[in-house]
């Protein structure tokens, strides 16, 4: 009997992807809590699925999500391949009154249509060759999820001699707690199953590296995300007398100043840059007005990585802070000798990490009274993760405000580990073939990237640096693994290499979020092939 293939042609690949973009599983929503059951649903479809129902599992997260594994196993396959991808999606306010079809791509393009002076040049010009598709989450990210399910109706219909583990969790756009719980579960997945992971393979869409680029990438790594953050506490006074105190507010300002796009944070791998660092929260810790100056205050900065690990950030962001303090030193006594005043009362400003400021707090107190505020926090405490570090290291600091003026140093969620197989003489060789492939078959150049510069749970399928290293981003983590926990021990034992190969795309986050539909449909499902088959032959 012939078997109907339903996730191959492009009509069907598009109906799929229509399907599940249809579900709006924002982050932290109640779709984003029922999309697997969606997914499940479709490939309960397939015949290799209804003769295996116990291969395809919902796992419960610890905030009651969930993540979806599907596993095609040959007998003979010595090879298996993981299939990531996320399901979460970005909100859709910024939409503003087509906010109703942000989840409906047909209709969303066909709207556009009436509405192509409000675009920008280059959507509405995309828009007009009737061959992109806009909408939430059609290229971010799932569209990689469909291809996902075609490879697995693909590889089980065919018989393919390789493992398939197709893995797609919620909450990548926030705090990526599906793909941090999800690492323990693929290790017990290959423990039951006899597996051994030889890929990983996302399918995160194509990021432009310039604006305008009309190149075609892939990726054999995923660039790092950390977030510092700085605690400046300065010296309480009243308005009236703003010489006596030192406004915590301007010293965040100072320190931001020395921060924002500095270059000896960027890192260079051959001739790949990461973007510079940025402010992404600063503002004060006073609840409500008054007439005193705001002696604590807090700033938060995205820094991308792609070798440093967080002790060296660590280290790097002191000397920083230790300039700013020297600055701020240096522009007060200024100020006093403007307004007639003794320099010399001016008090030295201290620079602690995070660590070093909770070493002091325990033998002040004690290590059950320090735990306890940390543990309350994390457990207790209203507020999403970055708050809940900043209440901790707030209450932290008045504690020991004999040590004030200060800036405190720590990390705040999430951190994404940077990742990269370059080196490595599978992606090497897979690489090698995508590119005579893809040139010979469709007339293009496909170009390798080390890093997927748009941020990926790929971060988290292994450890390129030592497991003591992380040590660093824990102790400096306010709240502790208590409030965010990353599994540093399991990820050091998976060493597999990682790909990225999605679709092309324009606009993730943003209201002309689109796919182009060629290379989606007809021409990636193809690379895609090709890669695990070459792969299997390896």
Known sequence: MMKTLMMQSSDQLLNLLNDLVSIGSITLSEAEKQFPLKVKHHLNKLIYFQDNPSFINI???????????????????????????????????DYGDLKHLAFNPIELTKALHDRTS??????????????????????????GLVQHMSLLEKASTENWKINLLLLTVPDEEVNSVGMREAIPKLLDIAEQHQLTYTLFLNSEPMFSQIPGDEDYYFYTGS?????????????????????????????????SQEIEWNEDLCETVSEQK??????????????????QIPHRSVSLYNLFLMKKSPAEVMVAMKDIAKTAALKMEFLMEEKYRAFDLDPTRISKIRVLSYEELKDYACQKTSQQFIANIEQVAASETKGDSRDKCIQVIDQMAMLCQELAPMIVLFYAPPYYPAVHSHEHPVIKELAESLIDNTYEHFGYKFTPVKYFNGISDLSYVGLQSPLSDMNAYHSNLPGNSELYSIPFNEMSKLTTPVINVGPIGRDAHKKTERLYLTFAFEQLPKILEHLLLEHQKQ
């Open 223 to 255: 660039i790092g995300k950390i977030m510092p953050g700085a605690l400046c506490f300065g010296k309480e006074t009243h308005v009236g007398e703003p010489l006596s105190g030192i406004n915590a507010a301007w010293m965040s300002s100072i320190l």
């Open 118 to 143: 409000e675009l920008p040049v280059e959507a509405r010009n995309d828009l007009l060759t009737n061959n992109w598709l806009f909408g939430r989450g059609t290229m971010d990210m799932k569209c």
């Open 59 to 93: 796992h419960q997260t610890s905030d009651e999500r969930s993540f979806l594994t599907a596993l095609y196993k040959h007998e003979e396959a010595t090879k298996t391949v993981v299939l990531i991808s996320h399901f979460d999606v970005v909100n859709v306010e």
């Open 274 to 291: 990461s973007p510079p660092p940025t402010l992404l929260l600063q503002r004060d810790l006073k609840k409500e007005y008054s007439t």
